[in-house]
């Protein structure tokens, strides 16, 4: 049972067919050991350079920083996951479903579940921790660096039980909640606090990576007592020789706050596991309340006239609103963009001398109109692929019998809906920081051409589905993560960075900015010209194919 | 009147159904019957234009369905095997879905998914979502989204599944009005009992071909078989079900 609790970590459909867990693991412990690597080249050059001037306090800041920066890292991966995983940390409703025949008691089954993630936690920590613990000491080498043999130990075990900390933090959050919460109220408020961590944890670790600053660490703030990283940075110094009054009361912080973590998750699962089985059986007994119901009601009737694509457009919306897994990976998407927004405009107002410099004033008008590509890719990519993931896919029925003929129209709404519920509000929630640092002419003419590559944007994504959101089969794990790592990677710099400079640089001249805009709207009308000519030659898909390669090598997915 | 020619679909060269050909007239139920695998659900499912078939021809008033799908899908009314629908919509959501998608002014719509919501019990469950319904409650809600465009030809493939008895009379007497206003019902169920209740004529396939093909009494009477059942076994050859249980018993003991 606990192998089966353990596998199932890794059992996701957003990510391999069922049964493909080792194809999982493989993937997410070579990212997170890439993570480490990929670090090293730039942490060289910089301390290559550090080592040449003449004192040796700023080579010891920059170390003392990037174990900070380590700590935070390894503490937000590891809440990340534990958040992702939210809904598995508690032995769930189809576990005593499934078990209820069988002879097992319930503290057996606790047992297992809790040891089973446990194992799984700390598989995720020492993948995370492991190669940065020996690299990072690696870059350090060097006259200023002094013993860098105990720092290996040292960022090993601060960083792990910081990771570790967050970890039960976040076993004992959800335990205290399940026995808090009334039942009724307990779904909507667990995935709430979900999404809450996910948004602050995705959008937080930029933002305070920019507060981490030489200044606060020569001399930290007494305050900083009060954060969990400090703590474990304190740990790492004193394991690493350094015994100050100040290092040695963070480090008892660590070790305290690591205790009471992994004490309160323990006393959580021990406090409610009878408990526990009662709600969620009872729970999944209780109809969702009315008022749920109607809370998420669209009413698109007023802009829909057309019965087919209102039909379409209503589904779309009522999916997204009452799906948890759909608004969990949108959640995602969007704290991605969050963070990369967040993180551009804080390292900008963070840096000295950021008012009187023109590059950098340039570089905030840049980041001002990067905010709504930024957001758009992100907000229509998490769009793609959620309309993806199917919902009760063998329910689709009731499309299919309905698609003859009405192809053109079911389709149009899913672009409606895709204008009105991620193209526009993108537009307009970003407006504001337009209008605020590049002024109001200027503000909405960079908002009308940031609006038209995302119109192109959607184009593309539509022109390669011609599907209804989640009626459509799905094949999961077609890429490597890594590789579409790299390829988010590609397209913010390519349609982010590139296009914000372009721009930004056109607001300057009048007909610059008539030509890109010329420009763009062109290419938005060829891309559609070319979406519809091909929607009234081709009919709706309900099956996922296998990728074209796999056709010509005459292979099939068993 | 539907006029089924020939009709043939196969799965990498294996005939799921081989030269099925059979019709319906208006006012007629026509019960489809065949053992698990005999190609019942194959047919329902080209009928309905979820498959496409092999070979064959489907003429519905004289009309090729298949060069003409979009004419044929708007008369007819579908009720599933099983009751797969999206469990996050409510009852009421669920005929909005199906009403919009039939293409039914909203007005029209309302009014008679309020009207079908009421005579079918489920008025006062409307705006629950349907993964809190029972099995009953979806199907009756399913027979609700068949009925809402009033369609010419119904396709019912196991439709009293769930229901309770009540309901199960109550759409046994509907069926019967429905065929006397003129409309066209085919009829695939596992229960002959109520088959032979209802249904003025049966189709009985085995291995994907028809085998039997007439009126229920006409059946009986060339059979010399009491019931529908005996029949049914007779021209189905399936395993005789008491040596089958005698096999099961074994099997746990041993």
Redesign the interface.
Known sequence: MRRHFFLRFFDSDLLSSPGQWRAVAIGIVAVLLSFGIILIPGLFKKYLLLARLPTPKPYHLAMLGDILGLILLVMTLTGIFTAIQWHSLFPGLRDYQVLAAYPISLRDLFAAKFTALLAFGLLLIVSTTLAPSVLLPAVFAGDYAGNVGAQIPAIFVSASLAALFMFFSLVALQGVLLNAIPVRHFTRISLAIQGTLLTTLLAGYPLALSLVRPSAIDHPPQWAIWLPPAWYLGLDQLLAGNSDPFTTRLAELAVGALIAGGAAAVGTYCWGYKRHRLRLVESAA???S?AH??GCAFAP?RIIRD??Q??VF??IG??LA??SLQRLVLTVFVAVAAALICNSFASLLLSPGMHRSLSAARALRQAAVAAPLALSLFVLSGLRYLFRLP??H??N??????????EASLLAAVERFLVCCAVAPVALLTLPIELEVLGAAAGFEAAMLCALPSLILMEVFLVQSQRIPFTSSYLPGQRPVIQLLLIYGAAVSLYVSSLAALIESSLANPATAICLFVTLLGAWLFVRGSRKQRIQTSKLEFEELEEPVIFSLGLKRE | MLDIHGLTKRYNGIAAIDGVSFAIRPGEILGYLGPNGAGKSTTVKILTGLIEPSAGEILFRGLNVRQHPVAFQRLIGYVPEEAYVYPHLSGREHLQLAGRLRGLPRRIMDRRAEELLRLFSLWEDRDLPLSSYSKGMRQKTLFCGALLHNPDFLILDEPFSGLDVHTALVLRLLLRRLADEGKMILYSSHVLDVVEKICSSVIILRNGKVVAADAVERLRDLMQQPTLEGVFAQLTAQDDPARLVSGILEAIRS
């Not at chain 1, 029925?397 to 009405?406: E, L, S, T």
């Open positions: 209780q109809p969702a009315r119901l109607s009737e019965p087919r209102l039909a209503a589904f009522k999916t009452r799906s919902v009760e063998r329910a029925w009731i499309f299919r019998v309905n698609q003859a003929g009405n």
